[in-house]
């Protein structure tokens, strides 16, 4: 083993006293149950082998013990992981067409509520309303390390569903179940440092997107005394981080990432840092895709730091841009018709094509202040539907953030020069004002911006349109 790993600890509080014994305990249950469903049967070995997985759900929706409950729930999701692709469709067709909702008997009830409208046929007809898959899928996290084999049944789904689209009421269903299931009461915050088990700091490494880690010395610098790292976690996942946000400690608004996670950077001193630099956010879990964790997430780590660092002034961002060169490739390049350039300038922007243009001197000269423009109007006027077009400005404005700065060249690594040129954006979390930007998201969709943003999104305003 690598001598940078942390030991890893035998008697972790979380999964070597919790999270595998309450594994063990509903093991033995079902064991047990399995028991007596083959005791019934005849055979403890061979019982419900062969049989089909349909009538195994349908047992589970019916049965009222315990132990074979939990039995059978384990049988059918250990046959679900043994599934191929095609077994799987199949599987997921099933719970769509065959563990759906009666369509003539929610008529017939919906009749007799709208006659009496009394509690005992709304209940009933509450009841007849949720597709029985949603009761199979709680029954089926019954099972030992149910709820991440159900977490990862949606993975699946998720991939699936591009092709198959009648599938997605079942998803709709594990979404909706999900919602409930992580719901931000049932998460614990933890601060993870160098002394967090190896177990969760190897999660880091490989849930880390934004800015890829290399290896177990670059994570190390990023856990250093002027570094800090939160994570959601579930008790059913308990070495599993739901989603984790890194921050530096900083004197000043940081504008670009390399003093940030550069390899030879220097610490600050924790005496002179007045600013908080999330500087990455990462959702781990792809079966919780559209389980948003984000927004609490940030808001409670800048409490637990007002806590520990009294001195902090400002709260801010250094986020990507991860949609403006899409954009501008959709809206502007392929739309020669379009207003927001110049004939002049669309020759110009092909100089882009020459993946080392930010290298020369004289391209970045001329066109820092044409791409500046854009994106500003990208992130300030451009829609998706009512929203913000870039899906990282939808998030940190829905959370009361204030769009503050943006920063040319910030990021020049590969994957943020194809993204968006090398911008990169501060969204500033003042204590003051999150309420009151929220609120005016939420309600009017009204992007707030710093006086500098404003104004530069203005001039990318054609002046017919102005």
């Known amino acids: 083993m690598n001598a940078m790993i942390p030991e890893k600890n035998a008697t972790h509080p979380r999964r070597g006293r919790f999270g595998y014994g309450v594994s063990s305990f509903l093991n033995s249950i079902a064991d047990a149950g399995l028991d007596l469903i083959g005791r019934k049967s005849g055979d403890a070995n061979t019982a419900g082998k062969h049989t089909d997985i349909e009538v195994e759900c349908n047992a589970l929706l019916s049965t009222l013990g315990e132990a074979s409950g939990t039995a059978i729930a384990r049988r059918v999701m250990d046959r679900y992981e043994a ?24 008529k017939q009830v919906a009749t007799e509520l709208g006659e009496k409208g009394d509690d005992a046929t709304l209940e009933r007809f509450l009841k007849i309303a949720e597709p029985r898959r949603q009761e199979l899928f709680r029954r089926l996290n019954m099972a030992p390390n149910g709820t991440q084999s159900l977490v990862d049944m949606r993975r699946v789904l998720l991939s699936l569903v591009r092709k198959h689209p009648e599938l997605k009421p079942v998803d709709s269903d594990l979404s909706h179940l999900f919602t409930s299931w992580f719901n931000r009461g049932f998460l614990t915050l933890r601060s993870i440092d160098w002394g967090t088990p190896a177990a969760v700091l190897e999660k880091l490494i490989e849930y880390e997107t934004v800015h890829e ?66 500087y990455s956010i990462n959702n781990c879990l792809e079966g919780l895709t559209g389980i948003s964790f984000g927004n609490f997430l940030i808001k409670q780590v800048v409490v637990e730091l007002a806590k520990e660092l009294p001195q902090l ?56 202040p044409l791409l500046t423009r854009l994106i500003a109007h990208y992130l300030v006027i451009a829609k998706r539907g009512k929203n913000p077009a870039d899906p990282v400005a939808r998030f940190h404005l829905r959370n009361g953030a204030r769009l503050d700065q943006i920063n040319w060249l910030g990021d020049t690594s590969d994957e943020r020069m194809k993204q968006s040129f090398g911008f990169l954006v501060n969204y500033v979390y003042d204590l003051g004002t999150i309420e009151k930007n929220h609120e005016t998201y939420v309600k009017d969709f009204q992007v707030v911006t710093s006086g500098k943003v404003g104004a530069l999104a203005k001039t990318s305003i054609p002046a017919d349109n102005a």
């Not at 599934?83 to 003539?104: G, N, S, T, W």
């Not at 005496?271 to 999330?278: G, K, L, P, Q």
Request: proline fraction near 4%; hydrophobic fraction near 40%; include cysteine.
């Open 83 to 106: 599934m191929d692709e095609a077994e799987q469709i199949a599987f997921f067709k099933l719970l769509r067409e065959r563990f759906h909702v009666d369509f003539e008997e929610i």
């Open 313 to 368: 002034t400002t709260y801010s961002t250094l986020s990507p841009v991860p949609g403006f060169s899409r954009w501008m490739n959709n809206a502007i390049l392929a739309d020669e018709d379009s207003k927001l350039i110049s004939d002049d300038e669309r020759a110009l922007l092909t100089s882009l094509e020459n993946v080392d243009w930010h290298q020369d001197d004289a391209q970045r000269a001329t066109l820092q």
């Open 213 to 278: 880690m290399r290896g177990w010395d670059d994570l190390r610098r990023r856990l250093a005394p002027d570094r800090r790292c939160f994570a959601f976690f579930h008790s059913a996942l308990p070495d599993d981080p739901l989603v984790f946000v890194e921050v530096a400690l900083v004197k000043g608004i940081s504008r670009d990432i390399d003093p940030i996670i550069g390899l030879d950077r220097d610490e600050t001193d924790l005496a002179e840092v007045d600013t908080a630099i999330f």
